[in-house]
């Protein structure tokens, strides 16, 4: 995941700390509902994964190709396992790392300080909670019949 400082002065950056500690979510979490909110407003459509691709793969599964890690072949049953643990990363169900040997593939997901990453060989590829929900999302939406 990307990084960006933001400059604030003494009073913004106070008052949006107080907003954090009185809503009790990071401010990171803030500042995503407020660029949601505004993006909403005024009907400004941002596709967050547009670096990644998700397409139907063969015989009901499904293929993930992102520049971090290449393209990354999922049966239906593999492409479960995936959106299972990509969500359970992303809402903090799961404890630690899950991996899974895939193909002579090593996956893993796990929460890494605010955010989730997918690893594909020792590749990461990190996102914000919300990102790692659609990410799972399209996965499970790609997935065609089970063979």
Known sequence: ?????????????????????????????????????????????????????????HFGGVNVTTEAFGKLRLTHNEAIWVVQHLGMAADKSGNGRFRAAIDLVIVETYRQGRGVVISVNCKRFSMTPRIAIELAKRIEDSLGEAP
């Open 1 to 57: 995941m990307k990084r960006t400082t933001l400059s604030l002065g003494p009073e913004r950056a106070e008052q949006l700390r107080a907003l954090a500690l009185h809503l009790d979510q990071p401010i990171t979490r803030i500042m995503e509902d407020m660029i949601d909110e505004a993006l909403a407003k005024h009907k400004i459509a941002v596709d967050p994964l547009s670096h990644v691709k998700v397409e139907e793969g």
